[in-house]
């Protein structure tokens, strides 16, 4: 006997409709983007992605990767909000939300290059490190505010924009 299918859930008809949308908008085919998915590591049939946006078809994690590379967006971009019911967020710290800045100023970060969203990703870690009493392995202060000016001062020059002396960063060290 043959398993019934699963239904998609919220994120899968929103995740259907999403890769619709980015699709459209690049002014693409779906020729055109099974392509591109393709070359981004995942072969997929111009019918297999119109069963994708038809929501006939379900989506594992590497197709995600793939169509979100193909599309250039994030996966998250595809997925849509994914909140967590009673899930406590820790609100941001002087240090994150000055990094927050600093990023935000910095404008589109996957449009500067590559490794730029990862950066930010291990900016907002030292930050959080920083803001809630010091780093893994026994990390001091110093040490973090030193390794954060370094991570945000490499983002600043994949800025076309001149980057801005260090002394712009403000006392980073400094406690809160």
Known sequence: MAARPLELGDVGVRLAAEVAAHRQRHGWDQAELAARVSDAGRPMSPSVLGKVEAGARRVDVDDLAALARALEVEPSELLGDLKIE?????????????????????????????????LAQIAFRLAREMDYGGGEGGKTLHSLAKELRATLAELRSLSPEEPPDDDDLGDLAAPA
Request: glycine share 12%; charged share 35%.
């Open 86 to 118: 009673g899930r406590k967020r820790v609100p941001a710290g002087p240090v994150e939300a000055s990094v927050r800045d600093d990023l935000d100023a910095l404008g589109e970060l996957a449009e500067l290059d590559g490794m730029a969203p990862a």
